[in-house]
């Protein structure tokens, strides 16, 4: 017997939304911030990796479900409350893109993971649990921002929460267990611009998008 969650996540109206959620989860995680360079460290060095990176992701994953949650309920609650968010998260991904793209057109330096000595998994766990809930950005970006967009897709909101995480969940891995390979290019200020003109330019789509939604509604 098919079950009917597994084959509505297939459907082209699920998938819709979990390439969105995909690419805005993307595009929020992969700023340099003291998360990552905190993880490229424990890459680099091969300390704890596994353990690291699963706190990142799942910390990310808890916060996400907690936006969506909240936005799907608050939502039915208060009609007024969703274009009131679509409008602020499309504003804030305006500005988030143009401080992209300002850091695209800009020199600056490669990211460079701190020297200290080997810790042990309780205080590099312990570190990476500040460097995550302790940050207030990481509330605006999941809570906040997924949150706000992700009542844009109405009943595909699981969909949508999927891709965040799944994001979340490719790059802390990625950058983790990759760190060795990708040391030469995170060494080269030139891959940040690249970087930071490619979040640019998704930041703005998904700008556009929720603001044309918002005109054909």
Not at 34 to 59: D, K, M, P, W, Y
Not at 166 to 180: M, V
């Amino acid at each position: 017997m098919t079950d009917p969650f597994a084959a509505s996540l297939f459907s082209s109206a699920l998938l819709t939304a979990f390439l969105p959620g995909l690419f805005l989860g993307f595009s929020l995680i992969v700023a340099i911030g003291a998360q990552n360079a905190f993880v490229l460290r424990q890459g680099l060095r091969n300390e704890h990796v596994l353990a690291i990176c699963a706190t990142c992701a799942l910390s990310d994953a808890v916060l996400i479900l907690i936006g969506v949650s909240g936005f799907a309920t608050a939502g039915a609650r208060w009609p007024w409350l969703e274009p009131l968010m679509r409008y602020a998260g499309a504003a804030f991904l305006l500005v988030y893109g143009l401080r992209s793209a300002r850091s695209a057109l800009r020199s600056g330096t490669g990211l460079t993971p701190a020297e200290r000595e080997p810790a042990g998994l309780l205080p590099a766990l312990l570190t990476c649990l500040a460097l995550t809930w302790l940050n207030p950005h990481v509330y605006l970006d999941t809570v906040v921002l997924v949150g706000s967009v992700s009542a844009r897709f109405a009943e595909a909101r699981e969909a949508f929460a999927l891709g965040a995480m799944t994001a979340s969940f490719l790059f802390f891995f990625g950058l983790g267990y990759g760190a060795r390979l990708l040391r030469p290019l995170f060494a080269r200020p030139a891959s940040w611009r690249v970087m930071d003109g490619v979040i640019a330019l998704v930041m703005w789509a998904i700008a556009a998008g929720l603001l044309i939604g918002e005109a054909g509604a």
